[in-house]
T-cell receptor, first 115, second 115 residues
Framework: NAGVTQTPKFRVLKTGQSMTLLCAQD?????MYWYRQDPGMGLRLIHY???????AKGEVPDGYNVSRLKKQNFLLGLESAAPSQTSVYFC??????????????FGQGTRLTVV | AQTVTQSQPEMSVQEAETVTLSCTYD???????LFWYKQPPSRQMILVIR??????QNATENRFSVNFQKAAKSFSLKISDSQLGDTAMYFC????????????FGTGTRLTIIP
């Protein structure tokens, strides 16, 4: 059982370049999330999706776009990378818990460096 | 908006001893969930324990237990008989009821277990 898989695991970009991070889950979860982790700041929510074809902004959405064309996939795009986007990115998924409290399952993270 | 505060950036303890990690949060919600996640050097996020705010009984999972004080908005994690494998970053997290399962994380506490 793969769980949540992120591709790639490491990437170095030059300022201004674009890239897409792919997240795939095989647990048939309705909800998917993209977080970024920075030293001393914990994990912050970038964007999330409550179902196929839906997306919504999180706490730090600027500079990122997302798409959820298929239920199992959630893509995070950087159109013009900036050094401030150097971070570790985590994808997570969870099922609808009838109000809350369900466990989020995380991918192994993508370390992105923008130079 | 909810905030989660972890005031101990780093802690260390001798193997087999007991350690308590602190977490406080601020919310106007009455129904919510609280979590502790562990992030070992592998970077994988692992759920340690979960507490439902409407339950007065403190959650326990083997060597891990919480002290949940709703009025004080405090949610500490106690690790008993600490083991080398407990060395990790620990994140406290808040989830609002009917909030699309989104998590708000604290900044984390880096725990080192000393042999």
């Amino acid at each position: 059982n793969a769980g949540v898989t992120q591709t790639p695991k490491f990437r170095v970009l030059k300022t201004g370049q674009s890239m897409t991070l792919l997240c795939a889950q095989d647990m048939n979860h309705e909800y998917m999330y993209w977080y970024r982790q920075d030293p001393g700041m914990g994990l912050r929510l970038i964007h999330y999706s409550v179902g196929e074809g839906t997306t919504a902004k999180g706490e730090v959405p600027d500079g990122y776009n997302v798409s959820r064309l298929k239920k199992q996939n959630f893509l995070l795009g950087l159109e013009s990378a900036a050094p401030s986007q150097t971070s570790v990115y985590f994808c997570a998924s969870s099922t609808y818990g009838g109000g809350g409290g369900t466990e989020a399952f995380f991918g192994q993270g993508t370390r992105l460096t923008v130079v | 908006a909810q905030t989660v505060t972890q005031s101990q950036p780093e802690m260390s303890v001798q193997e087999a001893e007991t350690v308590t990690l602190s977490c406080t949060y601020d919310t106007s919600e009455n129904n919510y969930y609280l979590f502790w996640y562990k992030q070992p050097p592998s970077r994988q996020m692992i759920l340690v324990i979960r507490q439902e705010a409407y339950k007065q009984q403190n959650a326990t999972e083997n060597r891990f237990s919480v002290n949940f004080q709703k009025a004080a908005k405090s949610f500490s994690l106690k690790i008993s008989d600490s083991q080398l494998g407990d060395t990790a970053m620990y994140f406290c997290a808040f989830m609002k009821n009917f909030g699309n399962e989104k998590l708000t994380f604290g900044t984390g506490t880096r725990l080192t277990i000393i042999p």
